[in-house]
């Protein structure tokens, strides 16, 4: 492989893994910050157990995901060296303020939220696990905007130097304003609920199953199966929101998703779809007339351009090149992330009803509930892969492509070291991340009420 198809798939490796901590620590913040907030309005010791128990799992999940975010940083200077040169100037300026604001502001209030329990006012602690909570959520969306500029560049927010020929941010405020960047967050915000959601379900459930805290954990798992639909609910939106971008910003991707080849009005949804060995051509397909135009622009007689339109069309833009993204790919990305979705949003309804019409301790299915948590996993990972190798060959849409962004003096024995290095070190660190989730979920609250108890006597004796 070249060194462009390796520096894709390193980079691929190390998004992939650092984005299963990032939603859940997302959404984790949220119901930490709830519960905390329920046990200093009722003192009811039941939400300081909660909050307790749920926010232990929250830190172990942070810190892993910080330690695989800082690697992504290094590979724009290692990997795609030319990618930073021409774009660093506007994606530098989001990527500063998540670091300096966001980053500080979740990680110091975390630090009084984990340690400041009876050393500082109750009202101060509770308030440093919303900022937490708020600074992790703010640190997503300066990401997510810098990474909207990729997907959708806003012509007012840069200029081209002329003679460097980079790219100069103009208007900052364009850049935060950038629609593509809000959608995506709101599409992570959405996921990072519904991920959390379904950790709370899947370990509530075992304790349940186990009669163990069965009156802490049905609470949990209620909260859980509420936010959880709300959530799937406000994900399906966010998704619908994003393929109406795609129709106007990006019509090659939305091609590519449906399977399009040739332009359609009314244009129809496929459910299944089989090509060619050369992903070029279909042979035989099962579609909904009129869906895809509705889902497009909410009307039943909106033109859907095909591949074979788009493509001669983005050659006389460009010039020469193939930009059409991995057809297969993209198609089956979307259907899995989609299915997936659907999914969660009947099980989060079946549970809420259950919850309500009988004793869930009693109930049969319960032992299968902790599998449902591989579901928003496999949908995010599925989500990411799409969203990234949907507007392929670019990586800035419109003004650079990856083959013209990597690292000039790179080798691939170069990129195959780092590559086994990183696997290497990233599977160690799964192993240490399964363990201590699994060792700490399956020991309960009571566990982590303990830890709290024995540590406190410790920090006050080292302040005297």
């Known amino acids: 492989m070249d060194t462009v198809t390796l520096s894709r798939l390193q980079f691929a490796l190390t998004s992939v893994y650092h984005w299963l901590f990032v939603p859940l620590t997302l959404g984790m913040g949220w119901f930490v910050a709830f519960m905390q907030t329920r046990y200093f309005q009722t003192k009811d010791e039941t939400w300081h157990k909660m909050a307790k128990f749920w926010g232990k799992l929250f830190l172990i999940n942070f810190a892993i995901g910080v330690v695989t975010g800082i690697v992504q940083e290094f590979q724009f200077g290692m990997n795609w060296s030319e990618y930073s040169r021409y774009v660093g100037d506007i994606f530098g300026a989001p990527l500063a303020v998540e670091a300096l604001l ?7 209030f975390l630090g009084i939220w984990i340690f400041g329990e009876h050393k500082v006012p109750e009202k101060v602690h509770l308030a440093a696990i919303w900022l937490a909570a ?30 460097s020929g980079r790219l100069e941010l103009v208007n900052f405020f364009s850049l935060i304003g950038n629609p593509k ?27 349940i199953i ?12 209620s909260a859980a199966a509420l936010v959880g639909l709300i959530a799937s609910v406000m994900l399906f939106f966010a998704g619908h929101a994003m393929g109406q971008f795609m129709q106007v910003e990006q019509p090659m991707k939305l091609a590519s998703i449906e399977a399009i080849w040739q ?23 099962i579609r909904i007339p009129y869906a895809l135009s509705f889902l497009a622009c909410n009307n039943f007689s909106c033109e859907v351009k095909g591949v074979n339109e788009l493509q001669p069309a983005a050659v006389a833009k460009y010039g020469a090149g193939d930009y059409v993204p991995l057809m297969v790919v993209t198609y089956w990305t979307f259907r899995i ?22 004793d869930i301790a009693k109930a049969k299915w319960m032992k299968w509930v902790p599998w449902l948590l591989i579901l928003p996993y496999m949908a995010n990972a599925s989500g990411w892969i799409l969203t990234e190798m949907g507007r392929q060959p670019w990586i800035v849409y419109g003004l650079l492509k990856v083959q013209d962004a990597v690292s000039p003096n790179l080798t691939a024995l170069d990129l195959w070291i780092s590559i086994v290095g990183y696997t290497l070190v990233y599977g160690s660190l799964a192993v240490a991340m399964v363990y201590l989730m699994r060792k700490y979920a399956v020991a309960g609250p009571d566990a982590a009420m303990q830890e709290s108890i024995d540590v406190a006597p410790a920090l006050v004796g080292s302040q005297d």
């Open 102 to 108: 966001a980053f500080f502001l979740e990680s110091t």
């Open 134 to 163: 708020i600074g992790s959520n703010l640190s997503a969306l300066f990401i997510l905007l810098a990474n909207g500029f990729m997907q959708a560049p806003p012509a007012d927010a840069f200029i081209i130097n002329k003679v």
């Open 181 to 207: 960047g809000w959608v995506l967050f709101w599409h992570t915000i959405s996921d990072g609920l519904v991920m959390a959601a379904f950790l709370i379900l899947a370990v509530s459930a075992y304790h």
């Open 210 to 221: 186990r009669k163990q805290n069965v009156a802490l954990f049905k609470r949990s798992f």
């Open 263 to 285: 332009t359609e009005q009314p244009a129809s949804f496929s459910l299944l779809t089989i090509g060619d060995l050369s992903g070029k051509q279909e042979v035989w397909s």
């Open 337 to 358: 992330m989609m299915a997936f979705g659907f999914v969660m949003i009947l099980m989060s309804a079946y549970f809420l009803w259950a919850i309500n019409h009988g």
